[in-house]
């Protein structure tokens, strides 16, 4: 049968027509894979044939106010593994292995692994510099030693729990370090180089070198030389007083920038591996919370002043106790103070002084106060980990809960919380943010790009109020319990603090207690403040004998520091105390112990070693202490004076 012609032609028509458009779709398709995801495209491939191997950034370093290095870095190589280059994987399992004393199976596991780069971590994370000469000269094929670096403390232990420490790949884990990990990490860089589908090296391929972004530098409102007088001090009430933990704060109570911060026992942040974390995990002074005892005497003075509710001239009777709501609340004095002036109230710490205080106040104006002071809520600080404390409910303040509250008694704090406290009422009734953090630095320029400006939080008190409380907080250190932290030259003012501490059954512990001292000056324009507590001391438990005398030490050795000039006219002449002669300390150091004996020194000695020639002292050659004070001396076999 024969086909039409016109039948032929229109089937040739529509095959060209879909010709046609096939070749169209196929056109399109090309220009839009060339001219739209092109650039995608050759990125993807690029990917595919490209090996980047990492090189980390330096972290940024962090320094004191003054700019002294506290934390810095130093070259720690580690060793990578390309698994796709390494022909002999055995025999290099076997030679890294022994250069790092790693288990050969698992060195092997790890070099055979179906990806791209392999960190060998931990065995071949920061080594030596010699070490990784070593394994650079052997020329393992698919082994490459990368620059990393570890961070370096070059004061030790100095200030551990403030600036934390960092984990295996320089994140940070706690402290400043955690808590501006993001700041100061940094981005890694990298160098990369062709490789075909199996991880080979490209012949002819070229290396590109992307540097990494280094971290910001962080400038801390810390100074070193205060910090270091601090710790010293924390460390000589240790080996006296052999307490479980003691803690100390100084800040400027100007700004609410914390010029010292430690506590002890401590760790070194470089080898946190090898301590107990119940230590590296506590940062005591934000953490810790505990009754604050008479210190806290020093919140109920300012509200009354504030409110009007007492004269410090007005008299008060003590007979040793009060009678609250069926509770008699007793005088640290047995049979009381007698009469006395509210001033001498607050010199003599008398508890019914400042229960009657509290009860003029009442509970709602009494609490009102203790909040607007920042207790009960965090401060604020820069660090992980702070506490909030405990205060009562309002429904459960009873008259025996008011009591106890106004001087001490009853309520949780934290040691941050009482500083940033005690500075708002003697810096002109200023609550300020504490603080730690001064401004961030350009490591590449060295330039300040952010400066953390101190923070008013609110006006607690009246500049008046404050005024008339750091009078009165003078008077404490002139001429009553705060004696041992008077500093002749300097205008000190400070407020003792002994509270006996909770066992787990809710019960007071016996003979157990949290002895503190927070003092300040000059008391007239306070520069610093500083509060130390000392928890369970051995022997005497009084802040004023035991705290005061390391907050003297801390003041006294940080105004001369800072160049505060010393002022003959610090106080009122009949203020000074003279009720006990002073006599100033011998240097006994290398001295013989009979010849001691049988001379005319007439002051108590405590012996402590065998031998026959002092080696150490307690008390410091030259430093002035009450007439009868024992003098701790060590016995050795050293001969040379001095030693």
């Not at 020329?139 to 030790?156: M, S, W």
């Not at 300040?448 to 609110?458: A, G, L, S, W, Y």
């Not at 011998?586 to 001379?599: K, Q």
């Not at 007439?602 to 004070?629: A, F, H, M, Y």
């Amino acid at each position: 049968m024969r086909v039409p012609h016109s039948f032929v032609r229109r089937r040739l028509f529509v095959t060209l027509i879909v010709i046609t458009l096939v070749f169209f779709a196929l056109f399109g398709r090309l220009a839009y894979v060339q001219l739209v995801k092109g650039d995608w495209l050759v990125e993807r491939a690029q990917d595919l044939w490209t090996r980047n191997i990492p090189f980390e950034a330096q972290r940024g370093r962090i320094l004191d106010r003054n700019g002294e290095v506290l934390v810095d870095n130093v070259s720690a190589p580690s060793v990578m593994a390309i698994p796709a280059q390494i022909k002999n994987p055995a025999e290099t399992a076997r030679t890294l292995a022994r250069l790092l004393r790693a288990s050969e199976k698992e060195i092997y596991r790890k070099i055979t692994k179906r990806e791209m780069i392999v960190r060998l971590s931990p065995e071949g994370r920061k080594i030596s510099e010699e070490l990784a000469r070593q394994i650079q000269g052997l020329r393992l094929p698919g082994i490459v030693v990368v620059e990393d670096n570890k961070r370096y403390y070059p004061y030790g232990a100095m200030a551990s729990h403030l600036l934390g420490f960092t984990g295996i790949d320089n994140q940070g884990l706690s402290g400043i370090e955690l808590v501006y990990d993001e700041q100061l990490r940094g981005a890694p860089g990298f160098v990369s180089f062709s490789a075909n589908a199996r991880g080979e090296k490209l012949p002819g391929g070229s290396d590109r070198y992307t540097p990494p972004r280094d971290g910001m530098e962080l400038m801390l409102t810390i100074d070193r030389t205060i910090q270091s007088i601090l710790e010293r001090e924390l460390d000589q009430a240790m080996a006296q007083y052999q307490p479980e933990n003691v803690l100390a704060i100084a800040m400027d109570p100007r700004t609410g920038e914390i010029l010292g911060m430690s506590s002890r026992p401590t760790f070194r942040p470089d080898r946190y591996q090898d301590t107990d974390p119940q230590i590296y995990n506590r940062n005591l002074p934000i953490w810790k919370t505990y009754e604050p005892g008479s210190t806290f005497k020093i919140i109920t003075l300012a509200a009354a002043l504030e409110e009007n509710k007492v004269d410090l001239k007005d008299r008060f009777h003590d007979p040793g106790y009060v009678e609250v709501g069926g509770a008699r609340l007793r005088c640290w004095k047995g049979g009381g103070h007698g009469s006395q002036s509210y001033l001498e109230v607050v010199e003599n710490s008398c508890n019914p002084g400042f229960v009657n205080l509290g009860q003029r106040l009442g509970k709602d104006t009494l609490f009102r106060y203790i909040r607007q002071f920042g207790f009960g809520q965090k401060t604020g600080i820069d660090l992980s980990g702070e506490a909030r404390g405990i205060l009562f409910a309002p429904d459960r303040i009873s008259p025996v809960e008011l009591a106890t509250t106004s001087f001490g008694q009853g309520v949780s704090v934290t040691p941050i919380q009482q500083v940033t406290a005690v500075s708002a009422a003697i810096n002109g009734g200023n609550l300020m943010e504490p603080h730690l953090t001064k401004a961030w630095i350009d490591p590449k320029t060295g330039k300040v790009v952010r400066e953390n400006r101190p923070r008013k939080k609110r006006q607690v008190i009246s500049a008046e109020t404050s005024k008339e409380v750091r009078r009165a907080l003078e008077s404490v250190v002139a001429r009553g319990t705060g004696r041992k932290a008077f500093i002749d030259g300097y205008r000190v003012g400070g407020k003792t603090g002994t509270a006996q501490k909770v066992g787990p059954n809710g019960r007071y512990l016996p003979n157990n207690h949290i002895v503190s001292f927070i003092g300040f000056a000059p008391a007239d324009d306070p520069r610093i403040v500083v509060y130390v507590a000392v928890d369970n001391p051995k022997g005497v438990q009084f802040g004023g004998v035991v705290a005061a005398p390391i907050v003297r030490n801390i003041i006294d050795d940080s105004l001369r520091y800072l160049k505060v000039e010393r002022r003959k006219d610090q106080i009122p002449p009949e203020a000074v105390p003279t009720e006990e002669p002073h006599v100033t300390v011998p240097d006994l150091i290398g001295e013989n112990v009979d010849e001691i004996r049988t001379s005319l020194f007439s002051e108590p000695l405590e012996v402590v070693g065998k031998g026959d020639v002092v080696i150490n002292q307690l008390l410091e050659p030259g430093q002035r202490v009450k007439k009868g004070t024992p003098i701790r001396i060590y016995l050795g076999d050293k001969t040379t004076k001095g030693d």
